[in-house]
Nanobody, 120 residues
Framework: QVQLVESGGGLVQAGGSLRLTCAAS????????MGWYRQAPGKQRELVAR???????DYADSVKGRFTVSRDEAKNTVYLQMNSVKPEDTDVYYC??????????????WGRGTQVTVSS
């Protein structure tokens, strides 16, 4: 069983910064990738940023240059540093982890989501 604990969401003014954290725990052999998705009501969940075991990163075009994803492999934790936030960044943000777990299978896990609200 793998648990994801997200933190760091909240209310921030446009132009400000916010840092999201997601820590994975449980029976994990290894983690292939960790990242963040977001979803607005009535819309599909979309990738915000992710980072692989090798350190490769992917970003949504809308956040490039403003958001930075990073990870602490020793702590199985992923971070999303959000700078120069905009009202359109308002969404529920979900942590995503792709992990190898017992017996030796790859599974995808989702956090419960953390609300980010950017005021104009």
């Amino acid at each position: 069983q793998v648990q994801l604990v997200e933190s760091g969401g909240g209310l921030v003014q446009a132009g400000g910064s916010l840092r999201l954290t997601c820590a994975a725990s449980g029976s994990i052999f290894s983690i292939s990738a960790m990242g963040w998705y977001r979803q607005a009501p009535g819309k599909q969940r979309e990738l915000v940023a992710r980072i692989t075991h090798g350190g490769s990163t992917d970003y949504a075009d809308s956040v490039k240059g403003r958001f930075t994803v990073s990870r602490d492999e020793a702590k199985n934790t992923v971070y999303l540093q959000m700078n120069s936030v905009k009202p359109e960044d308002t969404d529920v943000y979900y942590c995503n982890v792709v992990a190898v777990v017992p017996p030796v299978i790859t599974k995808v896990y989702w956090g419960r989501g953390t609300q980010v609200t950017v005021s104009s």
